[in-house]
């Protein structure tokens, strides 16, 4: 494992040349020279040949790109090079084409956009469950909500047994949604969400609405294929580039 902390599937042990490394990492941290990280950003990522988006905004980084395990290997160093970067957690798979198009680094309000000043996850961190505590749970039936945070087009694409779907277009609709649920406030709560960057924000919802034992899953729904093999989950997950959709193993 590197000093970014690759996950334990990064590498096929034989990553042919024509492979791509595909990673993705965010950070809730403030990041007040915001503005002045986009260009050392986007040169170092086209000198590379990577492609893909980094989202910079004032409270923390987002980024999804792929490119040549030796770029990659790069790339991850000079995150290294700013303490505020160092040990991203990243989710990492393998490819045999490129899945972004083009190289973007952009500015934006928000990492993950919920339109909610006051939920700053960099100030308040929320509980986990690892993956598989989660499926220990899931495998004795025990009494909880497991709840979808992301949008109706991905739940389409496949999701947990029994998960509650918030039918929303965008997670800007979350805050509003969770308003609906009709259970008992002290009932534990484990969301998810594809890597995990949406529960951070929809945790410190709920808390602020009065949910007593909320839980994100260490990882999000990638992190829990890795530990687990999908135990418990049906279809495949919805992924943000030209792969589509990821499979359980």
């Known amino acids: 494992m590197s000093v970014m902390h690759y996950e334990k599937m990064a590498f096929r042990s034989t990553l042919s040349d024509h492979m791509f490394v595909n ?89 993950i956009s919920l339109g909610i000043d006051e939920i700053r996850p960099a100030d308040n961190e929320g509980k986990y469950i690892q993956p598989i505590e989660f499926k220990r749970w899931l495998d004795e039936g025990r009494e909880v909500i497991i709840l979808d945070t992301r949008n ?46 949406r529960c951070e924000k929809a945790s ?7 949910w007593e034992e909320v839980y994100q899953i260490k990882g999000g729904v990638l992190g829990y294929f890795r530990e687990t093999g999908g135990s418990h989950w049906n279809g495949d997950c919805f992924v943000f580039d030209q792969r589509v959709a990821l499979d359980k193993n």
């Not at 609906?180 to 969301?191: G, Q």
């Open 23 to 111: 990673i993705a990492g965010y950070r809730f941290v403030d990041l007040p020279d915001r503005d002045s990280l986009r260009e050392p950003f986007r040169e170092k990522c086209n000198s590379l040949g990577l492609k893909g988006t980094i989202l910079l905004s004032h409270n923390g980084i987002n980024f999804f790109l792929a490119g040549k395990k030796e770029s990659i290997d790069q790339y991850t160093s000079f995150l290294e090079e700013d303490v505020r970067l160092r040990g991203i957690p990243m989710h990492v798979s393998n490819s045999d084409y490129q899945p972004f198009r083009r190289m973007l680094v952009r500015l934006k309000k928000e990492i």
């Open 204 to 210: 410190m919802v709920m808390e602020r609405k009065g």
């Open 152 to 197: 109706d087009y991905e739940l389409r694409v496949g999701t947990f047994e029994n998960a509650v779907d918030l039918d929303i277009k965008s997670f800007r609709d979350f805050p509003n949604a969770v308003e609906e649920l009709e259970y008992d406030k002290s009932t534990p709560v484990v969301m998810f969400c594809t890597g995990g960057i």
